[in-house]
């Protein structure tokens, strides 16, 4: 085994300390091994239930929180609408989210305890900050979302429920401040998309603005690329948008910042006309 002989006391302890969710590479080094599976095979030896063990020691070892069974508050609407859009599945036990916001992984990160990190693109691009969790489990309730592996193409959307619905403009600020963008026109007016490789996707967000939002003037359309497009620059719509999903900050602040200064900018001198004008 390559490593000096333990007592059953001290193998007692150190199963014990991988049960209360000491790290692996700790224990290697306290105790003298050079694999995991030597810690393994411990538990295994002194537990009838390993498995059951090994999956309470692996919950034991996080250090955050997260529980994504269904939309009940604002963080886990939100959440859901960044990893339909800049989220991922990374594979069976873990997913995560990457954005260039780094205000917007940060939140995420001191919502639920978990570490995020930075990483330098190339070519003079932003950096990104990512942040990743981990659990089967987890990742079997993001299905419900028709958030899944290489998800670009198949993201569908989702039912919610009447008690889900409360927090759509969290859902849907999320889904902006992922694949979204806010922008003046060449009018100078404020105006807003959200992209996506799906089009039942751009469909449902169709449907979700015009019939729970009640905004008209929706347009969608596909690039040359196969990317589809859903926009407004109606602007009552961003009226609605601002007052319903963007009322105060939360989250990304770029985007909350931009809609505000360019729908003000652009409405000044005409509050009291501007619902009624494109």
């Known amino acids: 085994m390559g490593c000096k002989k333990l007592s059953d006391e001290q193998e007692k302890k150190m199963v014990e300390l991988y049960r209360q969710g000491e ?3 700790k224990l290697q080094k306290q105790f003298g091994y050079k694999t995991k599976k030597s810690i393994l095979d411990k538990v295994r030896k002194y537990c009838d239930n390993s498995d059951e063990i090994i999956k309470e020691a692996k919950d034991n070892r996080k250090r955050y929180s997260i529980n994504l069974e269904k939309i009940d508050n604002a963080f886990n609407a939100y959440f859901i609408g960044l990893m339909l859009t800049d989220g991922y599945i990374k594979d069976k036990n873990s997913f995560g989210i990457q954005l260039t916001d780094e205000d917007a992984i940060k939140f995420i990160s001191e919502a639920t305890g978990q570490e995020y990190h930075k990483y330098e693109q190339e070519n003079g691009h932003k950096p990104a900050y990512r ?9 079997e309730l993001l299905k419900r979302y028709s958030i899944t592996e290489r998800k670009s193409y198949t993201v569908h959307g989702f039912d919610l429920t009447k008690e889900e619905e409360q927090y759509l403009p969290f859902l849907i600020r999320g889904i902006i ?3 979204g963008c806010i922008h003046r026109t060449t009018k100078g007016s404020a ?3 959200v992209v996506s490789m799906s089009k039942d996707f751009i469909l449902w967000l ?3 603005f015009e019939q729970k939002f009640f ?3 929706m347009h969608i359309s596909q690039s040359k690329a196969g990317l589809w497009k859903i926009e407004t620059s109606l602007q009552v719509n961003l009226f609605k948008l601002m007052a319903i999903v963007y009322p105060f900050p939360y989250g990304m602040s770029r985007k909350y910042n931009a809609l505000r200064e360019m729908f003000r900018d ?4 005409n509050l009291d006309n501007f619902i009624w004008n494109e």
């Open 206 to 208: 169709k449907n979700i």
């Open 191 to 193: 105006a807003f998309y």
């Open 177 to 179: 401040d992922g694949d």
């Open 266 to 269: 652009y409405n000044r001198n």
């Open 131 to 139: 942040i990743i969790f981990y659990g089967s489990d987890q990742v």
């Open 215 to 217: 905004m008209n003037d």
């Open 23 to 25: 790290s692996v590479q």
